[in-house]
């Protein structure tokens, strides 16, 4: 709708925010409704005037396009996010506009040109989605001041403050205090317009302390209209047994529709504002007509349901999201910057003055033998966004690398698992690339930085995952694809009904809208989805909402990552060779002291097998990193452990049964290390990569028995991918190796043209490949588990859990549909019967209504086994009564303070 002077208006259902676009930014006149306009050109700083400020007193208006986000409350489910995007979709300052039932947050870019912040936030809260941050007081500050201070009215006071960038909402308080909402992680530009608007608005310098508010939040409104209406209930039905009057039963029933439908209403009304038919529209409808057909119990139970059932879906997610929290942020927050000379070249033979020093977790000698800059004279730890292209910087054994660059100098090896998912570090040297985000297991290095921030190859990633996952999932529940046909068809086919067949009796309508307004649909799907969610809690599996479940259930195609999901990604030793005329424990003993101090997966597997074998370890003196190995000194002679193909170029000589068993080792796709004494070497190490987790070859085969296709991604070698695939019983045609994490998300990508599918994985290379498939699983306990990106944990190293996941989701997709097939039905039968004219008591209508809902809570209840669905329906009482209690707290809290 429009004003006179062409303005758009938000009608904001919340309290009493009031929302409009300034009138000084006027609007393109020949805009179209839902088209955005040209915002590249920035307008300059304008004044805006308020209509109520009369002494000429003005408040800066802020200009400019910023990318937001914050987290929304009552956002758990893909229906609940079209909706809100395609109401933000109307706003003009509001653009690629992200809303995501996952994680429950908007992501947008705001042009404060066209319309405030604030507006944004109202029309979300008009929908049942307030924001979920924190609030803050404007600490010294009296409002009754500020309203001086402006010269205007002290009820004016809220709109003048949403008026300013980076203010969702505000509560001018009795007590005279004033209480801000704002945008967390807004850019240092934003935040400098945000503090000089208040500044100006205040007059005085910003200063913002945490807050607690007395608002009471729509999810807690809904619970407290159910909390009032349900004693009015049972007083109605103790009342019609009685045989009270209808217009006592009336007085006693309408406060608790009022107030217990109140939310629903505010919902359906700002639904219909913004052209949607949601299923609050029906049920609103339904309990409008039961009350002017008299028919208060039925209106009662509908308000009540949907009050309850709304909390009960909500309250699952967000146990999810919490027990998901983490993500993509591997970058530390600072970074070593040289700011001296390079390191300098030390003379190798003159590494024993350095030998105590290598103690240390951050080792002072380099790869190549290299010594450190002095940390105090050579280098400067300085935050990340200080960081450009062109920096030298420094990165130490065990560090993340905080940018990509190219090495200058120094050898190390670089743990390339996250990011390609090669189970054993590679070596890196001069000119070789590093990427932010990995972590370096020998160095130190220096290098020059070739990105940052945004634009190395880790932020495209994570912006690749928040692409995929804030996109619609492409499968629609059950319940939203039943609510797109069943509303219109009630709403016109009511009206239909009564010009075609009761043109005399206009009552039909509302009789039909009640009987077809299922209630134990209103149950359908989150008794089931509770069940499920609590079962596979249960055995380790966390899923982010019903919706995944759903999902799940429709596989048909899985994409698993091999390393850390299907085998550990550790390399364990395979076997010990020893040259002739040698003995086995003194070459034990001599590579536990050589790898000691160690942190290579190489010197780690060697000491547990040390630790396994019971062999204590040798003193080696003069220890040292060099290329592909370790150095020391024993007893005066050189002492090395190197990969065995550096033998040649270290003028090693090796026996020919070492030389065999190398051969023999390199055909199985194993490691190798040669453990050398005074340029001769004794001993072969060898290691077996990736150990495969017990149960992946029982995975394989369960998924196959249940129809589903396998394949196996993996950005290892192509030869030891289809050697692993072959030991679990899948065809080399189903084993691809090599993959980056682009080729994996084009992979995914083709395969979801013709399947469901599942991506499964645990490094941050997986990550956008897990947010682009229909479900994406995160498997593990290491800090590369992608949880932002999945929709599914399991926190575990038990791969068979997959099974058990799928059978869990398939049996509650049957109970779903069980479910809806009752309500329907009765819901068909009841409309049926009503058009037939089989009955006149309303209340056989409203029985049947009743004990279908019994029903299915049942029938959703069997999910959780005998004991299980006791535990789950007391576990929903409880936690209801518990959050009802809490929002009647705070209203107490409110009004009292009041």
């Known amino acids: 709708m429009s004003t006179s002077n062409d303005e758009e208006v938000f009608l904001s259902l919340d309290d009493d925010i009031e929302v409009d676009v300034p009138k000084s930014v006027k609007k393109p006149a020949q805009k179209p409704r839902v088209k955005k306009p040209n915002k590249k050109a920035k307008a300059p700083?304008?004044?805006?005037?308020?209509?109520?400020?009369?002494?000429?007193?003005?408040?800066?208006?802020?200009?400019?396009?910023?990318?937001?986000?914050?987290p929304l409350l009552g956002m758990d489910c893909p229906d609940c996010a079209s909706k809100a995007t395609r109401a933000l979709d109307t706003l003009h300052q509001a653009n690629d506009v992200q809303v995501s039932a996952t994680a429950g947050t908007v992501r947008l870019k705001v042009d404060l040109q066209y319309g405030h912040l604030a507006e944004v936030s109202s029309v979300l809260r008009s929908l049942g989605h307030a924001p979920d941050v924190e609030h803050h007081e404007l600490s010294g500050v009296k409002a009754s001041a500020v309203a001086t201070r402006n010269g205007l009215g002290r009820s004016k006071l809220a709109k003048l403050f949403r008026q300013q960038p980076g203010v969702l909402d505000v509560e001018v308080r009795d007590d005279d205090r004033v209480i801000l909402q704002i945008v967390p992680d807004v850019s240092p530009e934003l935040y400098d317009k945000r503090n000089a608007a208040l500044e100006h608005i205040i007059g005085t310098a910003v200063l913002l302390t945490p807050a607690t508010s007395n608002r009471i939040r729509p999810d807690q409104w809904r619970l407290i209209g159910g909390g009032i209406a349900?004693?009015?209930?049972?007083?109605?039905?103790?009342?019609?047994?009685?045989?009270?009057?209808?217009?006592?039963?009336?007085?006693?029933?309408?406060?608790?529709?009022?107030?217990?439908?109140?939310?629903?209403?505010?919902?359906?009304?700002?639904?219909?504002?913004?052209?949607?038919?949601?299923?609050?529209?029906?049920?609103?409808?339904?309990?409008?007509?039961?009350?002017?057909?008299?028919?208060?119990?039925?209106?009662?139970?509908?308000?009540?349901?949907?009050?309850?059932?709304?909390?009960?879906?909500?309250?699952?997610?967000?146990?999810?999201?919490?027990?998901?929290?983490?993500?993509?942020?591997?970058?530390?927050?600072?970074?070593?910057?040289?700011?001296?000379?390079?390191?300098?070249?030390?003379?190798?033979?003159?590494?024993?003055?350095?030998?105590?020093?290598?103690?240390?977790?951050?080792?002072?000698?380099?790869?190549?033998?290299c010594a450190l800059p002095d940390p105090n004279a050579e280098h400067e730890t300085v935050p990340i966004e200080l960081i450009k292209i062109g920096d030298t910087i420094e990165i130490r054994s065990g560090e993340l690398i905080p940018a990509d660059g190219k090495i200058l100098d120094?050898?190390?090896?670089?743990?390339?698992?996250?990011?390609?998912?090669?189970?054993?570090?590679?070596?890196?040297?001069?000119?070789?690339?590093?990427?932010?985000?990995?972590?370096?297991?020998?160095?130190?290095?220096?290098?020059?930085?070739?990105?940052?921030?945004?634009?190395?190859?880790?932020?495209?990633?994570?912006?690749?995952?928040?692409?995929?996952?804030?996109?619609?999932?492409?499968?629609?529940?059950?319940?939203?694809?039943?609510?797109?046909?069943?509303v219109p068809i009630v709403l016109t086919g009511a009206i239909a009904v009564w010009y075609f067949l009761f043109p005399n009796d206009w009552k039909v309508i509302l009789l039909i809208w009640v009987v077809a307004c299922p209630c134990a649909l209103l149950l359908a799907t989150p008794v089931p989805h509770a069940a499920a969610l609590s079962r596979s809690a249960h055995f380790g599996a966390i899923a982010r909402g019903g919706d995944v479940i759903e999902r799940l259930s429709k596989v048909n195609h899985i994409l698993l990552d091999k390393t850390g999901t299907l085998t550990s990604g550790k390399p364990r030793v395979g076997e010990?060779?020893?040259?002739?005329?040698?003995?086995?424990?003194?070459?034990?003993?001599?590579?536990?002291?050589?790898?000691?101090?160690?942190?290579?997966?190489y010197a780690l597997s060697v000491m547990e097998y040390l630790h396994q074998q019971k062999v204590p370890t040798s003193q080696v003196t003069a220890l040292s990193d060099i290329e592909a190995g370790v150095k020391g000194m024993v007893s005066g002679k050189q002492v090395m452990f190197i990969r065995f193909d550096r033998a040649k170029a270290l003028k090693v000589s090796v026996p020919k049964e070492l030389q065999e068993a190398y051969k023999v080792a390199e055909n199985k796709g194993h490691g190798a290390s040669l453990l050398v004494r005074d340029a001769e070497g004794i001993a072969l190490f060898t290691f077996i990569h990736d150990d495969t987790h017990v149960g992946s070859k029982e995975l394989i085969a369960g998924l196959q028995k249940r129809s589903i296709n396998v394949e196996i991604l993996s950005g290892d070698n192509q030869a030891a991918v289809s050697a692993f695939a072959k030991s679990v019983g899948l065809p080399e045609s189903s084993a691809h190796g090599g993959f980056s994490p682009e080729q994996k998300v084009q992979w995914v990508k083709n395969r979801s043209k013709t399947h469901i599918t599942m991506m499964v994985g645990d490094g941050f290379n997986d990550a956008a490949a897990l947010a682009l498939a229909d479900v994406g699983v995160a498997v593990g306990t290491g800090e590369t588990v992608n949880l932002e990106a999945a929709d599914v944990l399991i926190p575990s190293d038990n791969p068979l859990m997959?099974?058990?996941?799928?059978?869990?989701?398939?049996?509650?997709?049957?109970?779903?549909?069980?479910?809806?097939?009752?309500?329907?039905?009765?819901?068909?039968?009841?409309?049926?019967?009503?058009?037939?004219?089989?009955?006149?008591?309303?209340?056989?209508?409203?029985?049947?209504?009743?004990?279908?809902?019994?029903?299915?809570?049942?029938?959703?209840?069997?999910?959780?086994?005998?004991?299980?669905a006791f535990a789950l329906l007391s576990g929903i009482f409880v936690s209801l009564w518990r959050d009802t209690k809490e929002a009647f707290a705070l209203l107490k809290l409110k009004y009292t303070q009041a």
Do not use: C
């Not at 003379?347 to 350095?354: C, P, Q, R």
């Open 230 to 369: 349900l004693p009015l209930l049972a007083l109605v039905i103790l009342g019609e047994i009685l045989g009270w009057s209808d217009i006592l039963l009336g007085v006693i029933a309408l406060p608790g529709l009022l107030v217990g439908g109140s939310q629903m209403f505010k919902e359906a009304f700002a639904s219909l504002a913004n052209r949607q038919m949601g299923f609050q529209v029906l049920t609103s409808l339904a309990v409008i007509g039961a009350a002017i057909l008299g028919m208060w119990e039925e209106a009662l139970v509908v308000a009540i349901l949907v009050a309850f059932t709304a909390h009960l879906e909500g309250d699952a997610l967000v146990k999810a999201r919490k027990a998901m929290q983490g993500g993509l942020d591997r970058l530390p927050r600072t970074a070593r910057r040289v700011t001296g000379n390079q390191p300098k070249k030390i003379d190798s033979n003159n590494m024993l003055g350095f030998s105590l020093q290598m103690a240390s977790s951050t080792p002072l000698i380099g790869a190549d033998g």
């Open 45 to 70: 700083p304008q004044i805006i005037v308020d209509a109520e400020i009369l002494d000429g007193a003005m408040a800066e208006h802020a200009t400019g396009t910023y990318e937001l986000g914050w």
């Open 410 to 486: 120094g050898h190390g090896s670089l743990d390339k698992a996250p990011l390609t998912g090669e189970s054993v570090p590679v070596e890196v040297s001069e000119g070789d690339e590093i990427q932010a985000g990995l972590v370096l297991a020998r160095g130190p290095v220096v290098g020059e930085v070739t990105a940052v921030g945004d634009d190395t190859r880790l932020s495209g990633l994570i912006d690749a995952v928040h692409t995929f996952r804030e996109e619609p999932p492409r499968l629609q529940s059950s319940i939203e694809l039943f609510t797109a046909i069943w």
């Open 802 to 868: 997959l099974t058990d996941l799928i059978d869990l989701a398939r049996r509650a997709q049957r109970i779903l549909m069980g479910n809806l097939f009752i309500t329907v039905g009765i819901t068909l039968s009841l409309v049926a019967a009503v058009i037939l004219q089989l009955y006149d008591e309303l209340w056989v209508g409203v029985l049947i209504h009743e004990a279908s809902v019994i029903l299915v809570i049942l029938n959703g209840a069997r999910l959780a086994g005998g004991e299980g």
């Open 576 to 601: 010990v060779v020893i040259a002739n005329g040698r003995q086995k424990s003194a070459a034990l003993k001599l590579a536990g002291g050589l790898e000691a101090r160690s942190s290579h997966p």
